[in-house]
């Protein structure tokens, strides 16, 4: 019998290192203790190798500017290294080691470029030395520890690679191997973004390492076939789209530099059948999230809360650059004339472009070409498919409504004076693309929701708007089609008086307050003038303004109350030259001239009704 020729038992004792650096001799002991207990079957000593591991890791970081500290934090990821790559260490002990060691050493990834190149060949060294179906899930729980770590988004970058690769060297039962790792991977780049400015560096190379595991998916996606390739492509879209919103999130307001990122994510679109318009209108995620509510993926489910924003967002990309929509296989401009052609493509839009107005950490910019994308679709001579009459517009009313607040908000907050005006003309176009019959109700919901006086002044001063182009349209009608116009005013105009009352008297109880109400009471006190004197000129009385009750209620519940309410503050603050008391009395005035106005019209309508 041939006799074998016997190799060191321990790794370490054939190495030519001659280090005086005693931490480097101390983890050779370590390491050679680790190697000796496990082979009699004590696995403790990983324990207390990661422990020491750690110490360094944990010094170096506290101590970023202390250049021992960085070259004891190489010099011990490369021992541990040179250990892992010796040819007499057994199975066993990878394998022991391979539980904590990822974690450990991802841990000195935001050090220093050295240290993340390392951190990545330990990685790499388990997932070619490991069984792939044992390593994804501790890659994955070493990725869910996140929580804690200084800079976190430097200790996930080499797990993320990590987990690039093990998916791909996995044989078996690939859907769901993937369906297990991503919500983690999602979940955890939700959480680390929080950390980010834009202007890290470590920002734009973990979306890059993210892509990465995007491109392990759509290769593995080439092994499969059938229904398992389809929920396959479903998982890689949804993946896809909430990465766009993050990278849109954290990036957004440096376009030029997130370019490059976006484009690549887009080319992700013709492999997984995802279009422009079905992004846009949200059809596509719709049926996407209906396949994994059905297959009572609620779990997964959680993970993508940011995939419809994505969907809308990857459109406005690629109405912002055209070297995006060329990336998706899209065409923003065939899109536009789509929905321009189809309101209710057009009101589906809408309803997804809400995700980029109300999500407050949208950069600004990125809301400003959103805003440019929904009046282009709302420019010109549109299509309404709809009318007053169509009960199937009223599903559409919840989403619309949602969307108009959204637009208020970006009114509100903007500091940009261009997207102000341009989002309040986005306003207006929405609102008149809503059938009349339904449009009461929404603005009924704006006024009553609404938490600022002067977007209730806006609101009103829409109504009043609204309500001269319904006179006008009744004028100019004629007198042979006066029975027509007399039956189409009611539809919403005769409640107009109830948006007044909003107002004068809220529906939490109480008069308004001053003044911080002040500009809403203005607007309400001209809508009432307004509706009064239109009424009595055209000898009307569409919105019942003119009847008895109606003008003693208006008298007796709305002017006297407000009338004690102004006169008692400023006859309170007439001698108090406190600058903000004047500034409050002084926004009075045109608030006083109004309602003695209305009061003197109501009086001459009461003694002298027609």
């Not at 009385?541 to 002017?559: I, M, P, Q």
């Amino acid at each position: 019998m041939a006799t074998e020729t016997s190799k060191p038992r321990d790794p370490l004792s054939s190495s030519s290192t001659t280090t005086k650096n005693p931490l480097v001799l101390h983890l050779h002991e370590k390491l050679s203790s680790c190697y000796t207990l496990i082979e009699c079957g004590d696995e403790k000593s990983v324990a207390e190798l990661v422990d020491f591991i750690d110490s360094v890791s944990d010094s170096a970081v506290s101590n970023h500017e202390d250049s021992d500290e960085q070259g004891n934090a190489v010099e011990v990821l490369s021992e541990t290294h040179k250990f892992l790559l010796s040819p007499s260490l057994n199975q066993a002990v990878i394998d022991a080691l391979s539980f904590e060691l990822p974690k450990a050493v991802s841990k000195f990834a935001g050090l220093s470029n050295e240290c993340l190149r390392i951190a990545d060949s330990i990685i790499d060294f388990f997932i070619e030395n490991c069984s792939p179906r044992d390593m994804l899930p501790i890659l994955c729980e070493a990725l869910d520890s996140w929580n804690g770590m200084v800079h976190a988004y430097d200790y996930v970058a080499p797990l993320l690679s990590g987990i690039s690769k093990v998916l791909l060297a996995i044989q078996r039962r690939h859907f769901e191997q993937v369906k297990v790792a991503v919500p983690v991977i999602l979940n955890v780049l939700k959480a680390v973004c929080s950390e980010f400015s834009a202007r890290d560096t470590e920002c734009m190379n973990l979306f890059i390492r993210a892509l990465g595991i995007a491109d392990s998916i759509r290769a593995i996606c080439a092994k499969l076939e059938g229904r398992v390739l389809e929920k396959l492509r479903d998982v890689l879209s949804s993946y896809i789209l909430q990465i766009m919103a993050l990278l849109s999130l954290v990036l957004g307001c440096e376009i030029p530099r997130c370019l490059p990122l976006v484009s690549r994510l887009s080319e992700f679109f013709p492999f997984c059948g995802l279009s422009y318009l079905g992004l846009i209108t949200g059809s596509e995620v719709d049926e996407m999230t209906r396949t994994f509510v059905a297959e009572e993926e609620d779990d997964y489910m959680r993970c993508l809360s940011y995939i419809k924003h994505g969907a809308a967002i990857s459109v406005i990309w690629g109405h912002i650059s055209v070297n995006v929509a060329r990336a998706a296989g899209g065409d923003v401009s065939t899109v536009k004339d789509e929905i321009l052609s189809n309101q209710t493509e057009r009101w589906q839009a809408i309803g997804m472009l809400k995700h980029i107005f109300s999500f407050v950490d949208f950069p600004w910019e990125l809301k400003k070409h959103a805003i440019d994308f929904l009046l282009c679709i709302t420019d010109g001579n549109i299509a309404r498919n709809c009318n007053d009459k169509d009960t199937e517009c009223s599903i559409y009313m919840p989403n619309l409504y949602a969307a108009l607040q959204a637009i208020t908000m970006v009114i509100m907050y903007t500091p940009d004076a261009v997207l102000r005006k341009n989002a309040f003309e986005a306003l207006k176009r929405v609102l008149a693309d809503i059938p009349t019959s339904q449009r009461f109700e929404i603005f009924q919901a704006l006024i009553t929701n609404s938490m600022s006086s002067p977007m209730t002044a806006l609101l009103l001063d829409l109504v009043r708007s609204d309500l001269y182009k319904e006179g006008f349209q009744r004028t100019a009608t004629g007198k042979d089609e006066e029975k027509q116009a007399n039956k189409a005013a009611p539809l919403w105009v005769a409640r107009a008086l109830e948006l007044v009352e909003l107002v004068f008297r809220p529906p939490k109880g109480g008069p308004p307050s001053f003044p911080e109400h002040g500009d809403a009471v203005l607007a309400a006190l001209n809508l009432y003038r307004f509706i009064l004197m239109t009424e009595s000129a055209g000898k009307t009385n569409y919105t019942g303004v003119l009847s008895k009750k109606n003008l003693e209620k208006a008298f007796n519940e709305w002017l006297l109350p407000l009338r004690a309410l102004v006169t008692g503050i400023m006859a309170e603050n007439k001698d108090d030259h406190d600058p903000l008391v004047m500034d409050t009395v002084c926004s009075l005035n045109p608030i006083e001239l109004v309602l003695y106005r209305c009061i003197e019209l109501v009086e001459d309508k009461l003694k002298h009704p027609a």
